[in-house]
């Protein structure tokens, strides 16, 4: 946490030390809330997130059987990863490919 405000304080000064003075670090202020100047958007999410989202599942399934491997001694992987990893896989090759070849997932002023 010390480092990473170091970095913050280095990038961006001053307006970085003011803002650290009303936002508090670990329990939320509910009455200093305020709107985002931009609505939600599901394809902004899809343009940035497949990667994120695919390496969670792979390092899930990692775990899973990381753990069969130490338990049991050996491979074994239920039907149910399997098939998830592998949507998941066509998933972000579909997203990438929508992002990299057309514009669907782009939205204005982000």
Same mark, same amino acid.
């Given at each position: ?8 304080? #280095?990038?961006? @000064? /001053?307006?970085?030390?003011?803002? /650290?003075?009303? /936002? ?17 958007? !599901?394809?902004?999410?899809?343009? #940035? ?6 390496? !969670? ?9 990381? @753990?069969?491997?130490?338990?049991? @001694? ?8 399997? !098939? ?17 070849? /057309? ?8």
């Amino acid at each position: 946490m010390f480092a990473e405000e170091a970095y913050l304080c #280095r990038k961006f @000064g /001053t307006a970085y030390l003011l803002w /650290t003075r009303v /936002t508090p670090a670990f329990v939320p202020k509910l009455n200093s809330y305020r709107k985002a100047a931009l609505p939600f958007s !599901v394809r902004t999410v899809l343009r #940035r997130e497949y990667n994120g989202f695919f390496a !969670v599942i792979v390092a899930m399934f990692g775990l899973e059987v990381g @753990g069969d491997l130490s338990a049991q @001694g050996r491979f074994d992987c239920d039907v149910g990863w399997i !098939v998830g990893v592998g949507v998941s896989f066509l998933l972000w090759l579909v997203l990438r490919a929508v992002k990299k070849y /057309t514009r669907l997932l782009y939205v204005e002023g982000r």
